[in-house]
């Protein structure tokens, strides 16, 4: 067939040659069918702008046989060459039906393969203004022995122009279903037969003008363009939507170019409801990096959520109290205040009620972008789902599904979240949790709270946790110091239901190829004080865990070999359970319950350290054939699994409980198939099978840990007793700590001689070692100060034992050396200080994992320098940050201007270098800023000390700024103390509207802002 033709109309109308309706019916074989073009405007088809039929032309028709196998006619040309009508043969022993046109595409132009595949055209083929080549489409065809047949009716013409450099597609949507059972290749996708869009793909930057040409099917609906990054809708540019359209199979419609705008960013100051609707009705067309201000508490009454908006949304605080109301069942909706949010959000809270019947709902959004950010944001929305037809429905206090790489730090969720469906087998896979719902890929969720019940009541298999529902292929997950203490409950009586459940996470795991890149989850300090519970009586399998119900792999093919060569890694550092776990399946098969995690599947390792379990877990099976409870203090069960169970804690109330076939252990129900290697220590609980009761003694205990340690458990070290022992164990172990950091120190030739400690004598007590805070038998506090050690030491690993330790201070104290990787252990440390030492090195990024900190004074080390981590910006609970006289170099990390608590940074004599960052602005609570005695500082000096709401203190003197002071300052407020500049290459007059500040003269000018270095200096007006 040739190839140098174009066709860019609707299926061309044809007839069987020379035959009535009732003719056709009865042809046998050998149809002759005629196409050619019939439009109401010539349209250019070729260089000369004439089409004709050529010697040798083919088309083809695919179908689908009765039995689902894939087939296709192929017409030859008979007559008409040279003609724009031609006739065309097809020797197929086939009968052709009716008299409708039928359309058609070159017979070379598709491979079908199998009945379910779509028509997929070569590159070749692809629509593009100027290629020389022609597809028909088939419309209104009816064959013999056909079954079906997937077509289109329609070309529709998009042109775009001034095209953003990083669109990288379009999006032509419809009020109908627009796509059929087709698909192009290296340009058109489309999503399916029932799908209402067409996505066209290509390379961003490749022209800022382009014309596409898109097939629809018949019918009569509206038509939206939009330009697209990622796949969805470009900030700043214009969509365009067109009026009712008939589309027919003589029908070329061409839309009208559509041609971006990019508007500038600007901020939207949010005051009233009516503010507020009008931000919600425009968000999606405001340009990139618009922000949303909120500058008053507003009940918004009913809302319509916004679209999308491409900015960042500061709440500064106040709530938004709104309803929604979506009364039927959508595949595309959404709820919240936005359906998607491609920024940040801060400061925001969020409070009302939404009824939904949509797929995506958010207390605050439906769906992030990869790399949003939500922070110190809370919600009390009380979410409601009761309409069937929903298909993975997803709901969440915060955001239903976050994009790759969100962090949401410090929020909070207060609101009841339920889906509740009467006796019906809907919401299959449903996805809850207090925090987000869906997460593919990476997630931070640091620092959260849930205190709102969570609630599943249908037939079907719900995924629901505290923090996050369901994790799908995970990527270095962090959740970090998240706290449930909402009532999670499945109440299902359904023998096809499986139950994931979780105090902080569902369902965690993958569905891909177990040679997957290194993966690691990663659960510290988390806790669980809520009850989590499976309820009814015939729920086939449920997995229920005080952190996570179910960590693993589904892939059954894996084998040991493949198990330890994966590199996936589901870790939990010092997490804690102390509500019950429970379930009331009395014929349910295969209760799997753990106070951390309940059940573990096919992955490569499941690392616990420091875990601790006191509260109880119970089944209630009473089943006497394969129905089982299978429980356990810290593991539920597990199929495949490979554990380490390091320094887990078995309180007294830990009470593990199952019917009549339960198996169950203080710490693993069931442990089969891979070796786990435990250590801890039992400090009571019981084991109560069926009317059995087993309470742990110091005699029994070893007996309880698992089901059988036959083989498949390895490494058991736990140590057992009451209360009492448990603690004089712990206390013991600081004890030696603190030996070998005195040992570490010179012993009594290193210490002053009224400091030193009496290792013959308890640490507490009378004579109580110098320094040494103990609090309930544990070491909480260890504060050296100037003067206590006389030589030079360095800190030993052993530090990481004091596992209670909240303050640590060696204050002029001659420490030397790096910072050891053990201080990073301490998860609990509030303040760390070692001012005026020896420490050389640098800061590591673990300093990111101590997200308790509230106080860092690292000052007067010299030797201690390279950049400062980004992952300083990760202590979200920083209060005072002290690195001056050190040798930190570079740029001060972007990520300083996340640490909203942070009042004071002291940075003075360092080695920075280039401008000062410009972010100050963003630390809500910023008090004092020092930057001073730093010649490798240039630049202007920043701008957003003027937006500092709550600055009393700013020293940038000694440097190199340049310029003069900016006007912006004149808002500084007016509790200003002290602005000291001097000394820098300022030139030119102090702005008149800062010698206005009411604190102008207490800034004494002459002393503190004139003075410059010589050759330049500021003046009075």
């Not at 109308?13 to 010539?42: L, Y």
């Not at 078995?650 to 409980?657: H, L, R």
């Not at 420490?815 to 005026?836: M, Q, W």
């Amino acid at each position: 067939m040739r190839k140098t033709w174009i066709l860019v109309m609707a299926a061309a109308a044809a007839a069987i040659a020379g035959c009535s309706r009732e003719q056709a019916m009865e042809a046998p074989v050998s149809p002759t069918i005629r196409a050619g073009f019939e439009v109401p405007t010539r349209v250019a088809f070729s260089d000369e702008g004439v089409f004709s039929w050529k010697e040798g032309d083919a088309i083809g028709v695919p179908y689908t046989k009765a039995d689902n196998s894939a087939a296709r006619m192929d017409f030859a040309l008979t007559a008409g060459a040279g003609a724009a009508q031609g006739e065309f043969t097809t020797s197929d022993d086939v009968t052709l039906l009716g008299t409708d046109p039928i359309g058609v595409v070159p017979a070379s132009a598709f491979d079908v393969t199998n009945a379910d595949a779509p028509i997929k055209l070569p590159a070749s083929y692809a629509w593009a203004e100027g290629q020389s080549n022609a597809v028909m489409v088939a419309t209104g065809l009816k064959l013999s022995g056909m079954n079906t047949f997937k077509h289109v009716g329609g070309i529709v013409k998009v042109t775009y122009k001034n095209i953003p450099a990083d669109a990288d597609g379009f999006l032509l949507s419809a009020d109908a279903g627009i796509c059929g059972n087709f698909a192009l290749q290296d340009g058109v996708i489309v999503a399916g037969p029932t799908a209402n869009h067409v996505k066209v793909t290509f390379t961003a930057g490749t022209a800022s003008e382009m014309a596409f040409y898109v097939p629809v099917p018949t019918g009569e609906y509206k038509l939206t363009a939009s330009l697209t990054r990622d796949g969805y809708s470009l900030p700043g540019t214009k969509k365009q939507t067109s009026a009712p359209v008939k589309i027919a199979r003589k029908t070329l419609l061409l839309m009208d170019a559509l041609t971006s705008e990019n508007p500038e960013p600007v901020t939207v100051t949010i005051s009233t409801a009516e503010d507020l609707k009008s931000f919600l009705a425009d968000a999606d067309k405001l340009g990139r990096g618009s922000k949303m201000v909120l500058a008053a508490d507003i009940d918004a009454g009913t809302i319509t959520p916004a679209e999308a908006f491409y900015g960042d949304v500061d709440g500064k605080g106040f709530k938004i109290t709104y309803q929604e109301e979506i009364p039927e069942a959508g595949s595309d909706s959404y709820s919240g205040l936005f359906g998607y949010i491609d920024g940040s959000v801060k400061n925001l809270k969020v409070a009302g009620t939404v009824k939904t019947g949509a797929i995506k709902n958010g207390g605050i959004a439906a769906e992030s972008a990869p790399g949003a950010l939500f922070e110190n944001c809370e919600s009390d929305v009380d979410i409601s789902m009761e309409i069937y037809g929903v298909s993975t429905p997803k709901l969440a206090g915060i955001v239903a599904v976050a994009g790759d790489g969100t962090t949401i730090k410090d929020c909070k969720n207060t609101g009841d979240i339920a889906y509740v469906l009467d006796g019906k087998p809907a919401g299959r896979s449903t996805q809850i949790g207090g925090i987000v719902a869906n997460v593919t890929n990476h997630v931070d969720v640091i620092n959260c709270i849930n205190e709102g019940e969570l609630r599943y009541e249908a037939l079907g298999t719900p995924r629901i946790g505290g923090m996050i529902g369901y994790l799908n292929d995970p990527v270095n997950i962090v959740l970090s110091s998240c706290v449930n203490r909402g009532h999670v409950v499945s109440d299902i009586n359904w023998t096809s239901g499986y139950v994931y459940i979780g105090g902080i996470t569902g369902y965690v795991g993958t569905n891909t190829d177990p040679a997957l890149p290194v993966e690691q989850v990663l659960f510290i300090n988390c806790v669980n004080y809520g009850k989590v519970e499976s309820l009814g009586v015939s729920t086939l399998c449920t997995r229920a865990g005080g952190i996570a119900s179910y960590v693993g792999m589904t892939d059954t093919k894996m084998t040991a070999a493949g198990l330890a060569d994966s590199g996936q890694l589901y870790e939990f550092r010092s997490c804690k359970n102390f509500g019950e776990i429970r379930t009331t399946g009395e014929t349910a098969k295969k209760e799997v319950l753990g106070g951390i995690v309940g059940f573990g599947e096919k992955v490569a390792k499941v690392v616990c350290t420091d875990c601790v379990n006191n509260g109880t877990i119970s089944g209630v099976t009473t089943s006497t054939t394969s129905n089982s409870v299978y429980a356990g203090g810290i593991i539920g069960g597990t199929c495949g699994l490979q554990s380490t169970l390091t320094g887990c804690v078995i309180g007294p109330e830990s009470v593990i409980s199952g019917g009549t076939k339960g198996v169950l252990g203080l710490i693993c129900g069931n442990n089969a198939k891979y070796k786990t290697d435990i250590t801890g220590q039992v400090a009571g609980g019981k084991i109560v099978k069926g009317t059995t009761e087993t309470v742990a003694t110091a005699d029994n205990f070893q007996t309880l840990l698992c089901k059988a340690i036959d083989g498949t458990t390895t490494g058991v070290v736990f140590e057992g007793g009451d209360i009492p022992a448990l603690k004089e164990k712990n206390r013991q172990t600081d004890s030696l700590a603190l030996v070998a950091i005195y040992n570490a120190a010179g012993g009594d030739s290193g210490w002053k001689a009224d400091r030193r400690w009496d290792l013959s004598k308890p640490m507490d007590g009378e004579n109580k070692w110098y320094g040494v805070t103990v609090t309930d038998g544990r070491v909480t506090a260890l504060k050296l100060l100037k003067g206590t050690i006389t030589a030079d030491w360095t800190i030993p690993d052993a530090i990481a034992d004091l596992t209670e330790l909240t303050d640590l201070r060696f204050i002029d104290c001659k420490v030397n050396g790096p910072i050891p990787d053990a201080v990073y252990s301490l998860y609990k440390l509030e303040a760390f200080y070692l001012t005026n030492n020896k420490v050389s090195g640098t800061l590591s990024p673990k300093i990111g994992q101590l997200r308790a900190l509230t106080n860092v004074y690292i000052d007067q080390n010299p030797d201690l320098g390279g950049p400062l981590p980004e992952e300083i910006g990760q202590l979200a609970h920083l209060v005072n940050l002290n690195i001056s006289k050190t040798g930190f170099s570079g740029t001060v990390p972007e990520s300083v201007k996340n640490l909203d608590a942070l009042k004071n940074f002291m940075a003075y004599t360092t080695k920075f270098s280039g401008n000062a960052p410009d972010f100050w602005d963003e630390l809500a609570s910023l008090e004092l800023v020092q930057m001073y005695d730093i010649p490798t500082l240039t630049g202007p000096l920043p701008a957003s000390f003027g937006r500092c709401a709550k600055l009393k203190n700013i020293y940038m003197y000694s440097c190199n700024f340049e310029g003069n002071i900016p006007e912006s300052w004149a808002n500084l407020p007016a509790t200003m103390l002290n602005v000291r500049v001097y000394d820098n290459k300022l030139t030119g007059v102090v702005p008149a509207a800062i010698q206005s500040h009411p604190k102008f003269s207490a800034w004494k000018a002459a002393q503190y802002i004139l003075p410059q270095q010589e050759g330049y200096g500021l003046t009075l007006q």
